[in-house]
Structure formats: C-alpha cells, structure tokens
C-alpha cells in the first residue's frame, strides 16, 4: 500500500532558565530595551548554560515530542537534527541524542540551514516518509545562536537565544501536511555566516556571526512574502482558510509584514520572539509547540509555517494539524 499523507504526532521544546533582558544588555553594548523593542519586538531571551548543549536541549525537546506522540524511542526510523551550533562535527547531535533516547540502529544525521533548518527537516521527514523509506521520523531542531554572537557587537548580541524543538512527523491515512516547500541562494551568503572555528594554526581570532542586518531585513521580506503565497497556491489553500501563521522569530516587523501579505490579523500569528529571541533552526518548532500547548491550535487547524536563514536558505509547510 502506498502511504497517502503525512502527519504531527507529537511536539516537545527546550528553554534554558538562564533569562537575559533587554535591561542586562543595556549593560553590556551601547543599547536600549526601546531600541530593541521597536526594532525587533524582543524583550528577552533564553541563554544555554554549559551542560545546555545542542544534544541535552535536543534531547530534552525530543522526549517530550516522543511523550506527546506516546509512542517510544524504539518507533523512530530516523532521526534529523537542524543545528549549526552542535558541539562537535561527529558524532552528530542526531547521533548522540539518538544514543541518549536508548536507539542503537537508528539512523541519525545533522542538517545545516541555519535558521530554516526546522522546515528543511520537515520536509525531509515528509519526504522519505511518502516514499516508503520510513514510517516515523524524529526531527529535532537546536542551536546555542548566542555563544556564536561577538558580546560587544550590539548588532548581533540582542537578536539571538537558546533552545531547542522536536516534532514526531508519522504516516497517516488521512491528510496533515499539505504541501513543502525548501529553497536557497547562495549569492546571498556574505550578508550572513559564521565560520567553523581554523582547525591547526596556534592562535586564532574568534570568528563571531556576521550580519548584515538591514539587507538580510529586506530579503527576508521579500522572499517570505513570496513563499507563502506560493505554498497556499501549491496546497491550494486560501489565505482566508489559514487559523494560524506559525512564522520563523527573527523579527516582529518581518512576521507582521508576512501576516499584512495574507491579509492575516495579529491574533492568527504565533508570536514567542518577545520571550525567546533568535533561536535560529528551532525558531519555526518552538512556536508550533508554544502555539500547541497553549490550547490556540487545535487537531484540524490549518496552519503555515515559514522560515528563512543564511544560505540564504528558506522553507515552508502548509498543513492541517
Ligand atoms: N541598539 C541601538 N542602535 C543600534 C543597535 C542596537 N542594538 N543595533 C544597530 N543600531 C543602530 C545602527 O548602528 C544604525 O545606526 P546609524 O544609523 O547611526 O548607522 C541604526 O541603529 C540602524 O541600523 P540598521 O542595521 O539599519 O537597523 P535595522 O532597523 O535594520 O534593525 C536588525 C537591525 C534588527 C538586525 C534588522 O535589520 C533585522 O532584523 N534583520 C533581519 C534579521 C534576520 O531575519 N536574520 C535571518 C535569520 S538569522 C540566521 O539565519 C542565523
């Protein structure tokens, strides 16, 4: 039998307790908590603590998404982790948090897509699972986005936060997810990188992420205005039909011009940016799980998710919950 659709089983998320306000970074660059919320509609973020790591937040998120499922760890076909900010280049922090859920023949990898790397792992797990390769995947998403930001760049340091989100996606014989869409450009890459740390030479300079803000800003406009618009034309979807936009948290201003493009009132997007920042891979998984557990969606609810990241990389799901 051919599998027909696709659907969520289960969410789970991680936060750090470690809190940092827009108060504690007026402390630390030449900043304001106005600045800030008018320019990003942040207030504060999460930080990792040193036994944070990718794994242990991924693997935390991913328990709880195993919970919600409540299916065990021994289900999975293979688990995906999205991070950039993994401890080490092997073994993976799929691999490990395979290990740390008791899997010893499960197949594991990471994926790099910087801040699309949730939807870039969702439409994977949707893909290998519409071809029969597998029946459930574990996609985990998670990033440490402010060790990798310079403390004395106020450009950079009071975007981003920590965390970590997972998603069972399984087969289904009724329909969840409705159309996927992942996209990238590499022209674009200078305007936002972070770079391995040199392996092999004595002393090196500390290579911090690099944004060029406001350009990444109208990029992300544009590309995001014509991404959804392509993904509800793809699941022939109207935007009227949408209940909820669960969008990438980079910026409020971003969201709000995405939600104005759907003609989409504020009270059916998923906002989680003014507590968490810029998670990065996780972004687009933490507000699905915040929107979930919070009772606004619902089984049924249609909902599109979006992201978008350096590469530029950029990505998408429309699908019924
Ligand atoms: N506090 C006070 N002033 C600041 C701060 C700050 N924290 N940061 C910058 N400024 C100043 C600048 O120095 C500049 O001053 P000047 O006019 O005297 O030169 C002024 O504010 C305007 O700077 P812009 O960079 O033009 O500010 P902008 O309104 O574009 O906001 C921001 C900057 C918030 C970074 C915005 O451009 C943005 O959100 N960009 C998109 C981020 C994004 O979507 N990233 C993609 C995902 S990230 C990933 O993939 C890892």
Same mark, same amino acid.
């Given at each position: 039998?051919?599998?027909?659709? +696709? ?46 790591? &990718? ?27 999205? !991070? !950039? +900010? ?10 490990? #948090? ?41 996609? &985990? ?59 092999? &030479? ?34 022939? #979807? ?19 011009? !995405? ?12 906002? !989680? ?28 609810? #249609? ?19």
């Amino acid at each position: 039998m051919s599998i027909l659709f +696709t659907r969520i089983l289960g969410t789970g998320s991680y936060l750090p307790d470690q809190i940092r306000t827009n108060a504690d970074l007026e402390k630390m660059v030449d900043t304001s908590d106005e600045w800030i919320i008018e320019r990003t509609g942040i207030s504060e973020r999460r930080i990792a603590a040193p036994y944070e790591t &990718v794994t242990y937040m991924g693997a935390e998120a991913a328990k709880k998404a195993l919970e919600a499922a409540n299916i065990s760890a021994d289900e999975i076909d293979l688990v995906i982790c999205a !991070t !950039t +900010t993994a401890e080490y280049a092997f073994p993976s922090a799929a691999c490990e #948090i395979s290990g740390i859920l008791g899997m010893t023949d499960t197949p594991a990898f990471d994926l790099a897509a910087a801040c699309a790397g949730f939807s870039y792992g969702y439409a994977l797990a949707h893909s290998m699972i519409l071809s029969g390769a597998c029946k459930k995947v574990l996609i &985990v998403a998670a990033d440490i986005m402010s060790h990798a930001c310079d403390p004395t760049d106020r450009s950079t340091i009071i975007l981003f936060g920590d965390g970590a989100a997972a998603c069972v996606l399984g087969e289904s014989e009724e329909e969840g997810t409705i159309a996927v869409h992942i996209s990238a450009d590499a022209k674009y890459g200078p305007l936002l990188n972070l770079a391995y740390p040199k392996r092999g &030479v004595a002393v090196q300079d500390h290579l911090w992420l690099y944004m060029k803000g406001n350009e990444v800003f109208k990029h992300a406009v544009l590309v995001l205005s014509d991404l959804v618009s392509e993904t509800l034309k793809k699941g022939n #979807i109207d935007s009227s039909q949408l209940d909820y936009l669960v969008p990438h948290q980079a910026n409020l201003r971003i969201i709000t011009a !995405t939600a104005r493009r759907l003609k989409l009132d504020m009270s059916h997007v998923i906002v !989680t940016l003014d507590k968490q920042g810029n998670t990065s891979a996780p972004s687009v998984g933490l507000a699905l799980d915040e929107g979930i557990r919070s009772g606004k969606i619902k089984r049924g609810d #249609i909902l599109l998710m979006e992201s978008f990241g350096g590469g530029f990389t950029w990505g998408s799901a429309l699908i019924r919950y």
